[in-house]
Nanobody, 121 residues
């Protein structure tokens, strides 16, 4: 199996920055696309940013120009640099990875447990 552990969330003032990290571990054969999602109570989980194994990225319109996703394939880690944070960015942020564990025949979706980001003065 593959486990994802997020870190880097917290409380920040509007206009501030945070960097989230998500490390994949376990019996990893391969990690494909990785992504960050976020969710607020009462709303569906939404895609924030995604990155392929080759480094191609895409972003939600609401975060373009403010957030940057990157990855270190050697460390099976994905990052989300968040700048110029706004109160509406407040949410639980989840890491997602498309991965294949050893002895498993196919790729599966894996999720972290989430990290809280709160933007408030």
């Amino acid at each position: 199996q593959v486990q994802l552990v997020e870190s880097g969330g917290g409380l920040v003032q509007p206009g501030g920055s945070l960097r989230l990290s998500c490390a994949a571990s376990g019996r990893i054969f391969s990690i494909g696309d990785m992504a960050w999602y976020r969710q607020v109570p009462g709303k569906e989980r939404e895609l924030v940013a995604a990155i392929t194994s080759g480094g191609s990225t895409n972003y939600a319109d609401s975060v373009k120009g403010r957030f940057a996703i990157s990855r270190d394939n050697a460390k099976n880690t994905v990052y989300l640099q968040m700048n110029d944070l706004k109160p509406e960015d407040t949410a639980v942020y989840y890491c997602n990875a498309r991965g294949r564990a050893y002895l498993m025949p196919a790729y599966s979706d894996y999720w972290g447990r989430g990290t809280q980001v709160t933007v408030s003065s």
